[in-house]
């Protein structure tokens, strides 16, 4: 069988090859490539009259930065120039800048200035960028996988328009590997591709095209020299298996269907491990829904229900440190995402448990779909309206800061719920010491009559 392009040492990746060359081409991120939207009239304006702004590009890596660059420089009919902020200096800046100062002077060509990887300048090097952006030498496009707010220089900043990147979803990056498949810049329709190594390679890729066109390229690969030994001559088109997907992207073949069992078993087995104090299955079955590509949000939420849920009083700190996590993975995003949440879970995991509190505001909820309501003591209802007070409305209240140990012996539930206890605290870690006090405060506050003494 003769090599076709994509399978033949010494040719262009095959994520370079797919590049799109419009906007037309690009898939996702269709909240920036709406009509009329700043990346799109960019993109159109033919004259480089419309004012063009810059503009900064933030979002995890292979979600369409350079493409949306290039796709840019290419339908207006710019000139394009590429930087990498982790080659170039304060004097390759300074070469661009001087450049695209003549071509527009001399030419009427403006310039549109890629750099990559802002975040890796130093503010010196921004410094630089400075002048042709204010004087509109260039246009520059920008991006960065980090927050610009924390990464980019406020001067910059507020020339720039900031546009946010999303990780690609199911359907575009499907889109994206029929297309290499059968696209002649592709594969060019020179092999079979399964319908379980298509989810695979959507799975492993986590909203990543680049990371999907790779593993589809080393699969498509394996599979046309695995054909050859196996029938030199044959006809048929090698096949790219779920197997081979994962063999050749070196990682384990992971049986996880965001929608099915195996969702569910994985989360609900995380789940049961951290309440039960499990450590190490704990992080296995967070490892393997990171390794799947899941949501690292839903992992997130799952994490702040556990810390309220099964710790809960017995370490008020589960609760905030498992918001901190959720928060820290929406900023940065994947992977360093894992890192907060393998923090959280480990905290969590090794936390005393208790679900004491829930368990105690389920019981209210019951008391109250049951009717069990009545109303509210006379001595606490409002008294700031006209005619409160001659209702008696406040009549008899305790200030409890005017009230030795700052507690006052007074009934705060109705009538019909007086001495009903909700909350019962366990004896683990810090709900070992709200119970002692709990108990001294019940005694003041319901005093022997209602205590049953």
């Known amino acids: 069988m003769s090599a076709q392009p994509g399978l033949r040492s010494g040719s262009s990746p095959l994520a370079v090859r797919m590049r799109p060359r419009s906007l037309d081409e690009v898939a996702g991120q269709g909240h920036l490539l709406k009509p009329g939207s700043p990346l799109v009239n960019l993109a159109n304006d033919k004259t480089g009259e419309s004012g063009a702004v810059s503009i900064i590009l933030w979002g995890p890596p292979g979600t369409g930065k350079t493409t949306l660059a290039q796709a840019i420089a290419h339908s207006s009919g710019r000139r394009f120039v590429e930087l990498s902020a982790v080659t170039a200096g304060v004097k390759d800046v300074r070469e661009v800048m001087e450049k695209a100062h003549a071509d527009r002077d001399l030419y009427g060509v403006s310039t549109v200035l890629f750099l990559d990887e802002i975040h890796r300048f130093t503010k010196a090097q921004q410094d630089a960028l400075l002048p042709g952006v204010e004087n509109g030498w260039v246009i520059l496009v920008a991006a960065t996988t980090e927050n610009p707010s924390f990464s980019v220089i406020a001067p910059l900043l507020s020339r720039s328009l900031l546009l946010t990147l999303e990780p690609l979803d199911e359907d575009d990056l499907g889109m994206l590997v029929d297309r290499a498949v059968e696209s002649p810049k592709g594969l060019n329709s020179a092999i079979a591709l399964d319908p379980d190594a298509r989810a695979v390679i959507i799975r492993l890729a986590s909203g990543d095209a680049r990371r999907a066109l790779t593993a589809l390229e080393a699969a498509a690969?394996?599979?046309?020299?695995?054909?050859?030994?196996?029938?030199?001559?044959?006809?048929?088109?090698?096949?790219?298996?779920?197997?081979?997907?994962?063999?050749?992207?070196?990682?384990?073949?992971?049986?996880?269907?965001?929608?099915?069992?195996?969702?569910?078993?994985?989360?609900?087995?995380?789940?049961?491990?951290?309440?039960?104090?499990?450590?190490?299955?704990?992080?296995?079955?967070?490892?393997?829904?990171?390794?799947?590509?899941?949501?690292?949000?839903?992992?997130?939420?799952?994490?702040?229900?556990?810390?309220?849920?099964?710790?809960?009083?017995?370490?008020?700190?589960?609760?905030?440190?498992?918001?901190?996590?959720?928060?820290?993975?929406?900023?940065?995003?994947?992977?360093?995402?894992?890192?907060?949440?393998?923090?959280?879970?480990?905290?969590?995991?090794?936390?005393?448990?208790?679900?004491?509190?829930?368990?105690?505001?389920?019981?209210?909820?019951?008391?109250?779909?049951?009717?069990?309501?009545?109303?509210?003591?006379?001595?606490?209802?409002?008294?700031?309206?006209?005619?409160?007070?001659?209702?008696?409305?406040?009549?008899?209240?305790?200030?409890?800061?005017?009230?030795?140990?700052?507690?006052?012996?007074?009934?705060?539930?109705?009538?019909?719920?007086?001495?009903?206890?909700?909350?019962?605290?366990?004896?683990?870690?810090?709900?070992r010491d709200v119970a002692a006090r709990l108990e001294k405060i019940r005694a003041i506050l319901r005093g022997p009559s209602l205590s049953g003494e």
């Open 221 to 431: 690969t394996a599979a046309v020299a695995e054909h050859e030994g196996a029938d030199p001559q044959g006809d048929d088109l090698p096949i790219v298996t779920a197997e081979l997907v994962a063999a050749t992207v070196d990682r384990a073949l992971l049986r996880y269907d965001r929608q099915g069992d195996e969702h569910y078993d994985v989360i609900s087995a995380f789940i049961k491990s951290v309440r039960g104090s499990d450590v190490d299955a704990s992080l296995h079955y967070l490892a393997r829904m990171i390794e799947a590509g899941e949501d690292p949000r839903f992992i997130a939420r799952r994490v702040m229900i556990l810390a309220a849920e099964d710790i809960g009083m017995a370490d008020p700190q589960a609760l905030p440190i498992a918001v901190a996590a959720a928060e820290g993975v929406a900023l940065i995003g994947m992977p360093e995402g894992r890192i907060l949440l393998a923090e959280a879970v480990v905290y969590l995991a090794t936390a005393p448990k208790s679900n004491a509190s829930y368990l105690a505001l389920d019981a209210a909820i019951a008391d109250v779909r049951a009717g069990r309501i009545g109303r509210v003591p006379v001595h606490l209802r409002d008294a700031h309206y006209p005619g409160a007070k001659r209702l008696g409305h406040g009549k008899g209240y305790i200030y409890a800061h005017d009230a030795e140990f700052g507690v006052a012996a007074q009934q705060y539930l109705p009538d019909e719920l007086a001495g009903t206890r909700y909350y019962d605290p366990t004896a683990h870690g810090n709900e």
